[in-house]
């Protein structure tokens, strides 16, 4: 069997039993160990769906799955799908109403909050939020933390619309949130007031906020730790998004975690300033990361979009956190999307492989690159205390299937033609930016 349609070279259309023959599968992933695997390690696989679900995994060539027919895939990789650890669809698509003309972090503040304050009615977040959703699916994406600002009125605006959005994606998209506000406004005690009841209304438990070295980010930091503990939710930070080696809140928040004995899981962004301390401070912080078991997601996108940029100065750093030297620590890495066509990044997709190949360039995710693929799964996953199905009988058959035969063909071309299956069956290609013309101010 090898039917091609228009967006796609694999088409399974209306097919309930079928093999998936000679998939390329990272053999870490297989439920047995005695494949042949390739100096990538991938082994030559073959997989027989059967309703939805997988019915069989079996050395490439080894099984004939009686008269099932059989989609060739010849050698191409098949990934499974990806868990995006740090988003903001509330914020996405609106880079044409609310542009940055610097390109910078403070230029980017700036448009936000007055875009927000202008028009994130319900409608309109609800609307960019579902893009962003349909986006991600079609790219492979099946699970997603986005932040949520949670700034005044705003907060009673977006979070029910958040809520909706979860049930009605639940079983393709696993949609969990955290509020976004400056720590500052964790010394306030109507605002905090109105965060717990709304994550609790929302059922949501994870509890978020930015951090900067301001005087009282100790005391800040205390009280979204007490907060955490009493309701028995997770923490997820916004971390010195910055060039100032005098950044370091990092380190305050993983030393908070220690203190207190902090039960839940904490997982901080960005920690880009990390990068710039002097070799004596840097290796106490990362051992304090390790020490209070904090998860790290780098946003290389984004980071390099905002980080090291003065108009009419070509950038000299990357603006990544040390992310090699985190993982050689033993704690959780990984990447995640971010921000996408708003101020804070003008590009973006909410596409997972995009991402993965842009931390491979930009944050030197290879040699080997088998020992980095878990930082767009399974890492994330571990972060979100999501369980994920392993590819074994029974488990939904949700793969993504490439026409790439290593990790270089892979990285070397963005997988336009990628063919996802969920539950075995394709799914539509991304939508098309016309459809939210309205809400980016164009009609
Ligand atoms: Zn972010």
Not at 213 to 227: K, Q, T
Not at 240 to 269: C, K
Not at 278 to 304: F, Y
Not at 336 to 341: I, L
Request: proline fraction near 6%; hydrophobic fraction near 45%; charge should be negative.
């Amino acid at each position: 069997m090898r039917l091609r349609n228009v967006n796609a070279p694999f088409s399974f259309a209306g097919t309930k039993r079928f093999a998936l023959a000679g998939a390329r599968i990272l053999a870490s992933r297989l439920p047995y160990r005695d494949a042949p695997v390739d100096r990538d390690g991938f082994a030559l696989t073959d997989v027989l769906i059967d309703e939805g679900r997988i019915a069989e995994v079996a050395p490439a060539g080894r099984s004939d799955f009686g008269d099932a027919p059989k989609a060739s895939l010849a050698g191409g990789v098949v990934l499974p799908t990806f868990v995006d650890a740090h988003t903001h669809l509330d914020k996405a698509h609106i880079w044409r109403r609310a542009p940055n003309p610097t390109g910078d972090f403070e230029g980017a503040l700036k448009a936000v909050a007055e875009d927000r304050a202008a028009r994130w009615t319900a409608s309109d977040v609800a609307g960019r939020m579902d893009f962003c959703l349909r986006t991600a699916y079609a790219s492979g994406t099946a699970a997603i933390r986005t932040h949520i600002d949670s700034i005044g009125a705003q907060t009673r605006i977006s979070w029910p619309v958040f809520a909706e959005a979860r049930e009605r994606w639940r079983g393709r998209i696993d949609l969990q949130a955290a509020p976004l506000f400056s720590v500052e406004f964790a010394l306030d005690e109507a605002h905090m007031a109105e965060i717990e009841a709304m994550l609790e209304a929302c059922g949501s438990n994870i509890l978020g906020a930015v951090t900067y070295m301001v005087p009282r980010l100790s005391e800040g930091l205390d009280i979204l730790f007490a907060l955490a503990e009493r309701k028995g939710w997770d923490l997820d930070f916004h971390v010195d998004e910055s060039a100032d080696p005098a950044a370091r809140s990092l380190g305050v928040i993983a030393e908070t975690a220690i203190r207190r004995g902090f039960p839940g899981r904490i997982l901080v962004g960005h920690c880009c300033s990390l990068s710039l301390q002097n070799e004596e401070r840097q290796p106490r912080t990362i051992e304090a990361v390790a020490k209070a078991g904090l998860s790290v997601v780098s946003l290389p996108m984004c980071n390099m979009f905002l980080q090291d940029r003065q108009g009419g100065r070509t950038p000299r750093w990357r603006g990544v956190t040390a992310l090699h030297e985190l993982k050689a620590a033993g704690v959780n890495v990984m990447i995640a999307s971010d921000n996408v066509r708003d101020p804070f990044y003008a590009y973006g997709d909410l596409d997972m492989l995009e991402v993965w190949r842009e931390g491979v360039r930009i944050l030197h995710l290879d040699y080997p690159f088998a020992d980095w693929a878990p930082v767009v799964r399974e890492a994330p996953a571990r972060a979100m205390g999501l369980s994920l199905e392993s590819l074994r009988p029974g488990a939904r058959a949700d793969f993504i299937l490439t026409r790439a035969r290593d990790f270089t063909e892979l990285f070397a071309r963005p997988q336009a033609d990628r063919t996802v299956l969920r539950d075995g069956a394709p799914v539509a290609p991304a939508p098309d930016y016309a459809e939210i013309d309205g809400l980016e101010g164009l009609s």
